[in-house]
């Protein structure tokens, strides 16, 4: 199914999204899962989606729950992803031993720019596996240039 949260800039626009937003998006819920709003900014690729999200093993199997059985910035990405048939890319970092957002539809890392990921208006730095959130929070996966 393709999700009408989520919006090429060039294309659809504010009304598609209002309809969208009226509607609601919530997955069927788990006994540990939270309801966050995942907001994406990318160049060409953005969207605002309230999603239903878990502990759970992602991309490869690997468990990615902060160690404590939560939900993560990851598996609310993961799950909308799912949920709505969008391209979303990571590559598992041993050295971290967490994922590295590569591609979120149109929009990849290159070599000036990364996906950086903000929980509530605050970057991250424990890594997207390795971050709880909670009913409520905003996360935020943003395409910025690296510094």
């Known amino acids: 199914m393709t999700s009408p949260f ?9 009304a598609a999204l209002a309809f969208a937003l009226t509607f609601g998006a919530a997955s069927p819920a788990a ?3 939270v309801q966050v709003t995942l907001d ?3 160049k060409d690729f953005t969207g605002t989606i309230p999603i239903v999200t878990g502990p759970r093993p992602v991309l490869d199997g690997t468990l990615c729950d902060a160690g404590t059985n939560s939900a993560t910035p ?12 969008f391209n979303m ?4 970092d041993e050295a971290l031993k967490d994922f590295i957002v590569t591609a979120i539809d149109v929009d990849e890392t290159d070599s000036t720019h990364q996906w950086n990921i903000y929980v509530n208006g605050t970057l991250i730095t424990n890594g997207g ?5 909670a009913s409520g929070d905003n996360v935020k996966f943003a395409l910025e240039p690296i510094v």
Do not use: N, P
Request: some cysteine; glycine content about 6%.
């Open 6 to 14: 989520l919006l090429r800039k060039s294309a659809l626009g504010a």
């Open 31 to 33: 006994a540990d899962s």
């Open 40 to 42: 994406i900014a990318g």
């Open 74 to 85: 990851i598996t609310a990405l993961v799950d909308a992803s799912d949920k709505f048939e």
């Open 89 to 92: 890319q990571a590559q598992y």
């Open 129 to 133: 596996c390795h971050t709880a959130v």
